[in-house]
């Protein structure tokens, strides 16, 4: 027995449990604690708002994903209230096309399904069953401090006066204004990438989408990229280079939106114009800076606060996902106490999410070039990509470190996704 597992037992058996508490009730907390719940604990889940999130638009659950879902009992869950896109295609701001991902082919590579799904509608999934297993969730918890006590142990103080003091506090207070990120890494601020993501959710009577392809058009500095779950309700990002300076909202962003894109292929049009004007939120988009540590004394972090990668790489609520199956395994076979269980799962988890953040900084800045003649020449790489051997590097990337497929032998995990397509040189 490990020795963390050993003070675990010595607690059951004095009628005590092992305490944790989760800062932040987003995805990355939420299955965390269902992870832990699956494996005996008791954890207890701490969140800034006074209520369940609804901002955001939505989530593309890749195979990777689909895998920690179905692990958690939660994939089938996942499959009623989401799309099941078997393609995503590419154009140019004229309509030419581009190229593509057959997501089908991906899915019988990695031996799960792609689903994309409301970000609200996921974080209700998650809400539900964390009620279900018995997991307190307290609202209106804003974390504001961490501070170690006479005995080096965190204490997490709480804007209503409250505080905490568990055995394992997990930090999983997103990427923005992470109290346990400054905690464990100090000065560590959030880098603003050059862009702005509008984001939105349109719904019509009628179908704003021929299929369930997820379609992705470039332009010169800007971006459209819109993700159906059914053909009536898509969620969607429309995105443009701009200085920090510029980065913050206007009174009419629809209609900002619908000027910059006047003239892009149908159905940008379309889409825009059934999104109410007032659920369209403007994002100046950050990343962070991979950590060489994500834990200091009794706390670790998770999900975003340890590692939160740009939108362009796909994978920032798949790796949240990874982060509650990898952490409970640490846990339960970590041959010493804590810090043998943290540095455990940052030897697994740190390489691979600090490869995914770099490959979406290296697809962001091919996207957003404002060069016609550095688009041109992304456009015609994209356009010869071999679409086999780009669903053989995205297997090998997503699945390392899981007991799934990963693509063809010979196609190593490191080599990754699609960022030297878009890489200008």
Avoid at 34 to 58: D, F, H, I, N
């Amino acid at each position: 027995m490990t020795q963390w597992n050993a003070h675990r037992a010595l607690y059951e058996q004095e009628g005590f449990s092992v305490e944790i508490g989760i800062l932040g009730g987003g995805i990355a907390g939420l299955s965390v604690a269902l992870a832990l719940r699956k494996q005996g604990y008791s954890p207890r889940v701490y969140e800034r708002r006074a209520a369940p999130a609804t901002m955001g638009a939505g989530v593309t659950l890749w195979p990777n994903a689909s895998f920690v879902l179905e692990e958690l009992g939660l994939l089938q869950d996942i499959a009623a209230i989401g799309g099941r896109p078997l393609t995503m295609r590419r154009q140019d701001d004229a309509g030419n096309a581009l190229g593509g991902l057959d997501i089908g082919l991906l899915d019988r590579t990695m031996g799960y399904p792609t689903h994309t799904v409301l970000r609200r509608h996921l974080q209700e999934v998650l809400l539900d069953h964390a009620a279900r297993a018995r997991i307190p969730v307290e609202f209106g918890h804003q974390a504001v401090a961490i501070e170690l006590d006479a005995h080096g142990r965190a204490v997490a103080q709480f804007d209503n006066g409250t505080s905490i003091r568990p055995d394992l506090p997990i930090g999983a207070d997103g990427r923005m204004n992470s109290v346990a990120r400054k905690f464990v890494a100090g000065d560590n601020a959030p880098i603003y990438q050059g862009f702005v993501n509008w984001i939105g959710v349109a719904q019509s009577q009628h179908a704003l989408v021929d299929d369930g392809a997820i379609l992705d058009y470039w332009g010169t500095g800007e971006r459209f990229g819109c993700v159906p779950v059914r053909p009536d309700l898509v969620y969607w990002a429309a995105a443009q280079a701009r200085p920090a300076s510029q980065a913050i909202p206007s009174a009419d962003m629809r209609g900002d939106i619908e000027d910059l894109f006047a003239g892009w292929p149908e159905p940008v049009a379309d889409i825009i114009r059934a999104t109410p004007a007032n659920a369209i939120r403007l994002i100046a988009v950050h990343d962070l800076e991979p950590l060489q540590t994500w834990s200091r004394a009794n706390v670790l972090l998770v999900g975003d606060a340890a590692h939160a990668p740009l939108p362009t790489s796909g994978q920032g609520a798949c790796q949240a996902l990874e982060d509650a199956w990898h952490l409970v395994r640490c846990l339960d076979s970590a041959g010493g106490g804590l810090d043998d269980v943290f540095q455990a799962f940052s030897r697994i988890r740190a390489p691979k999410t600090a490869r995914l953040a770099e490959q979406g900084r290296g697809f962001a800045r091919g996207l957003f070039a404002t060069d016609p003649e550095s688009c041109r020449i992304r456009n015609e790489r994209a356009k010869a990509s071999n679409p086999a051997r780009d669903v053989q590097l995205l297997a090998a990337g997503w699945a390392q470190g899981l007991p799934m497929p990963a693509g063809s032998e010979g196609m190593p995990a490191q080599t990754g996704g699609f960022d030297s397509l878009y890489r200008i040189e």
